[in-house]
């Protein structure tokens, strides 16, 4: 007899042979880095690989590769460019059909002027149940309480030093440099931390640093065209996008 649940974060749990439960594991990474999670208890046999990314829409299933450790899984999901929730559904020759969940996160980036504060906005789905629905309208994820993220060291041009408190994380989630009076590029690692339940009722702790960048030119003119620059970059870089999954 095989018995399937969901657990609190909406991985699907199977119980086979009357014995054995193997439990998913989710996980999170920054953007463009790969990422392994650990299914315990998985059977024999090679599974079948699905990945849906954050749109919707199916991932090739080559950016996952498994591995065994003992009787249990390993799952790796390549260097994803795009934020958000990603699931790997696993089934396997027995039946059993095993879901990871995997939150790809962002750090942000602007430009500003000599003395002006600059102000980024990061983005870090919070894993939920994919499965949930809300009288047949499914629950999205929402973002993590950002606003309680906590700041690395800060990496600033040669020989200079930020002070800590030149950093503020806001109640919004938005983070703040204070103004610096020196040009160049200053990195503000932020680390978020998401805590859910398993199939097994313990407690898991996933953690995630991104990198906000700030930099600062001489003057707000410059700061403005090099912003406008990587704005239409980025509309490019959409566009471009697009065009290949059209194709």
Known sequence: ????????????????????????????????TPVTVKNTNVPSGTPTISVTGPDGNKVDYYSV?????????LVTLAGQNTPGIYTITLTYPSGLVIENYISVAQGDNTTVGINQTATVQNTVDKIIS???????????NPVLDLSSGAVGTITAPSGITVNPNDV?????????????????????????????????????????????????????IRALKYQRLKEIQSQVLMIYQRLILAL
Not at 5 to 29: E, H, L, P
Not at 65 to 72: E, I, P, W, Y
Not at 130 to 140: E, K, V
């Open 1 to 32: 007899m095989t018995i399937t649940y969901t657990d609190s974060t909406g991985a699907i749990v199977t119980a086979y042979d009357n014995i054995s439960v193997a439990v998913a594991t989710n996980g999170m990474t920054a953007i463009a």
């Open 65 to 73: 590769k498994l591995a065994t450790q003992g009787s249990d899984g």
């Open 168 to 220: 503020t994380i806001n109640s919004d989630g938005t983070v703040s440099l204070k103004g610096q009076n020196t040009a160049g590029v200053y990195t503000i690692p932020v680390t978020y931390t998401e805590t859910y339940t398993d199939g097994t009722g313990q407690k898991v702790t996933l953690t995630v640093t991104v990198n906000d960048v700030v930099t600062v030119v001489e003057n707000q």
């Open 130 to 140: 994919q499965n949930t629905t809300d009288n047949g309208n499914t629950i999205t």
